[in-house]
């Protein structure tokens, strides 16, 4: 069992930076690097979007190109996840959500509760 819980969200100009935080507790058999991580927002009347990508088996790391260049994913240990947003656009306005899946499935199981960014 994975819990996920984001913080760091808040209103910022256009322009600005804000780094999310997600605080992972487990409670599993498998390792930490069993886990691929992400990054997920979603804007009121829009689709649910996949914002950064980690894999920390490999090292690998995605980005859209909405958000490349000016996001960046990381990891600090095995219960911290974070996502450094910088140059925000208004549309980068949204709940954003950490989560996490066993690696060899397709779907991200674990989520977070979200917290709010707002660019103006």
């Known amino acids: 069992h994975v819990q996920l819980v984001e913080s760091g969200g808040g209103s910022v100009q256009a322009g600005g930076s804000l780094r999310l935080s997600c605080a992972a507790s487990v409670a599993s058999e498998y390792d930490d690097s069993d886990y691929c991580l992400g990054w997920f927002r979603q804007a009121p009347g829009k689709e649910r979007e996949r914002v950064a990508g980690?894999?920390?088996?490999?090292?690998?790391i995605y980005y859209p190109d909405t958000v490349k260049g000016r996001f960046t994913i990381s990891k600090a240990n095995a219960e911290t996840l974070y996502l450094q947003m910088n140059i925000l656009k208004p549309e980068d306005t949204g709940m954003y959500y950490c989560?996490?899946?066993?690696?060899?499935?397709?779907?991200?199981?674990?989520w977070g509760q979200g917290t709010q960014v707002t660019v103006s």
């Open positions: 989560a996490a899946r066993l690696c060899w499935r397709s779907d991200f199981t674990y």
């Open positions: 980690l894999w920390p088996g490999n090292g690998g």
